[in-house]
């Protein structure tokens, strides 16, 4: 089946030390989203990529990088975490930026800072 | 800016009985989407029904059904004959349409509980 998987499905890093979580999907999909959601909060999308077209969100802090370097996966990078950081990261893809569009979720990757 | 609100952080209904989930959102634009996904627990966020806000005329996907209120700015979903499945939690979201980014503002969920 098509899909969007996320790895690891939880992750525990520390207080500054650097950490990637992984997206990848089979559905060919052209655009790319990661948003992070925190306990009993809606989620907040961070930044997107259309193709290799990278759109940040005004408000999302500098210490949230993500690379897509083909069409199938896509990483964020958080070169700092905070305790603030701690969430549930959701990845998500659209076949186009419409916003009509459905869009297709992973399972999330719940990330603890200690 | 826009805002989509869930007042109800919490709901449950009796199996094969019909629940009603409130969403209100504030939008100065006259052309947007709304949508509910569902999240069950530990699994993949989908999307059960979308509602185009130019159509008067309401969505409605097998049991699922939505009221739209465009001038009250109210998106409530129905879940009529309610399964074991259907407990998750539910996000009402809203894209705006001519923005050509796809993005999702979305409530802050209602955790739906099924009783047998």
Known sequence: ?114 | AQTVTQSQPEMSVQEAETVTLSCTYDTSESDYYLFWYKQPPSRQMILVIRQEAYKQQNATENRFSVNFQKAAKSFSLKISDSQLGDAAMYFCAYSLSSTNTGKLIFGQGTTLQVKP
């Not at chain 1, 909060?41 to 990529?49: E, G, I, N, R």
Request: with cysteine; hydrophobic share 30%; proline share 6%.
């Open chain 1, 1 to 114: 089946d098509a899909m969007v998987i996320q790895n690891p499905r939880y992750q525990v890093t520390q207080f500054g030390k650097p950490v990637t979580l992984s997206c990848s999907q089979t559905l060919n999909h052209n655009v790319m989203y990661w948003y992070q959601q925190k306990s009993s909060q809606a989620p907040k999308l961070l930044f997107h990529y259309y193709d290799k077209d990278f759109n940040n969100e005004a408000d999302t802090p500098d210490n949230f990088q993500s690379r897509r370097p083909n069409t199938s996966f896509c990483f964020l990078d958080i070169r700092s975490p905070g305790l603030g950081d701690a969430a549930m990261y959701l990845c998500a893809t659209s076949s186009n930026r419409r916003s009509y569009n459905e869009q297709f979720f992973g399972p999330g990757t719940r990330l603890t800072v200690l």
